[in-house]
C-alpha cells in the first residue's frame, strides 16, 4: 500500500457535528396521513344520526301524541273538576314529562297540552262527564 498523500485531504473518522447556525442538509419528508383527518368522521357520525333520527321519528311522534294528551287530559281535570290553578296541575305530570306544557282556555273551558314541534292536543270540560280528549285536528 501506498502512503497517503499529503496533498488530498484525509476524511477523519469521526466528523464534527453541524453548529447550531448550519441548516441541515435535508429536511425529512412528511408521512401521509391515513385517516384524512376528523372531517371523515364527522360526516359518518352525522350520517348515522341522521338515519337514526329518520328510523325513530315516527316513535318521537307517537309518544309526543300521547305525552300532550295525557297532559292536556290531567290538566282539565285538575283545573276544572278539581278547581285548581293551571300551573300547580303540571305538579301531577309523570316524570319525563318536563317537555310538555298546558295552555288554558277558560272561555271554552279546555286545556291544552303541548309537545313542542310534535304534537298538540286538546281536552274539554264535559260537565258531569268530567272532560273529553277531543279528536286530534
Known sequence: MYPPDPATPQESPNP?????DAAPAF???RRPRKSGG???????IAVMLTSYGIWKFPSFKAQAE??????????????????????SCEADFEPGMELISLTDDPDTKSVIGRA??????????AG???CVLLPAE
Do not use: F, M
Request: hydrophobic fraction near 40%; charged fraction near 10%.
Open 66 to 87: 300521547l305525552g300532550a294528551s295525557y297532559a292536556a287530559r290531567v290538566g282539565c281535570s285538575c283545573r276544572y273538576v278539581q278547581g285548581r290553578d293551571i300551573n
Open 128 to 130: 258531569t262527564s268530567g
Open 38 to 44: 376528523c372531517l371523515p368522521w364527522v360526516l359518518i
Open 27 to 29: 429536511a425529512p419528508a
Open 116 to 125: 313542542p314541534l310534535l304534537a298538540s292536543r286538546t281536552a274539554r270540560y
Open 16 to 20: 464534527a457535528p453541524p453548529t447550531s
